[in-house]
């Protein structure tokens, strides 16, 4: 029960940042897990490999959540979003495999050195070059394809690498948030199924898991997410682009420093 409340607590946490931020939360769902399942007595090379699958479980749903709401504000390129979504897949299937194939720890540094990259792109590139456009669908669905395998293989929904691609490409800070909110749904769902076949089979997962997904973390974690996201949703529409754009970045160093010296 105190693990369900635990989960449930940071599944509040979760929803709001995936509102606010775009990024399904992943970035935050990692770092939260991983220790509760060492805890428990997992090593970390199970430990790892299921928080990066339950969170992206988790952010099937929240990512959904969030997407509808940032809909609903007019804040998604749909343009640009086929395209980003069909190459997301692709590479969400084999980050999966990728991931399954590496050891916690360096799965874990990875993950970690990752988003303070993120950080320091999003802290000191705070305006486009005038006049850029959004690249052919071609491009699109590449570049797509490298950030699902990415995002895939550290279980976040795309968000910390979505966001700047299309900011980048001209969108607008808040667009560039509500796509990218819609586009992890892809990311998550494809990087789930890839979880649950890399671990299937694998002898030293708890009761209660599918491959590496664990349900009760998903489940509490989700319920209180869902409620979130909307409120989140509704503060990055009225945060002024450039203060959104840096406390992202803020947000990511203190993930991103905190995982790296978990270790």
Same mark, same amino acid.
């Not at 946490?13 to 060492?38: H, K, R, T, W, Y």
């Given at each position: ?138 491009? =699109?669905? *590449? ?9 895939? @293989?550290?279980? $976040?929904?795309? +968000?910390? #690498? /979505? %966001? ?66 909307? =409120?989140? *949703? ?9 203060? @959104?754009?840096? $406390?992202?970045? +803020?947000? #990511? /160093? %203190? ?9």
């Amino acid at each position: 029960m105190l693990s369900l409340l635990i989960y449930v607590a940071a599944g509040a946490v979760v929803g709001f940042v995936s509102g606010l931020f775009g990024i399904g939360g992943g970035v935050i769902v990692v770092p939260m897990l991983l220790p509760i399942f060492q805890a428990q007595g997992l090593s970390m090379d199970v430990a790892m490999h299921m928080a990066v699958g339950s969170s992206l479980a988790t952010i099937v749903i929240t990512g959904l959540s969030s997407a509808r709401a940032h809909w609903r504000l007019g804040n998604l390129v749909v343009s640009a979003l086929p395209w980003l979504v069909a190459g997301l897949v692709t590479g969400a299937l084999i980050g999966a495999q990728l991931a399954a194939a590496l050891s916690g720890d360096i799965l874990r540094i990875i993950f970690a050195l990752f988003v303070l990259a993120l950080a320091a792109r999003m802290a000191f590139a705070l305006e486009p070059p005038p006049g850029r456009i959004m690249p052919r669908p071609a491009a =699109v669905a *590449a570049v797509g394809g490298v950030i699902g395998t990415l995002s895939s @293989l550290v279980g $976040i929904g795309g +968000g910390t #690498l /979505v %966001v700047p691609f299309l900011v980048w490409s001209g969108v607008a800070m808040r667009q560039a948030v509500g796509t990218s909110a819609a586009a992890g749904v892809s990311i998550a769902l494809a990087g789930s199924i890839g979880f649950i076949v890399a671990g299937t089979g694998e002898d030293r997962l708890p009761a209660l898991s599918t491959g590496y997904i664990y349900w009760p973390a998903v489940g509490g974690i989700t319920v209180a997410s869902v409620f979130l996201a909307p =409120v989140g *949703a509704r503060v990055a529409s009225r945060i002024p682009a450039v203060w @959104l754009r840096r $406390i992202f970045a +803020g947000f #990511l /160093v %203190v993930v991103g420093l905190r995982l790296l010296l978990s270790g």
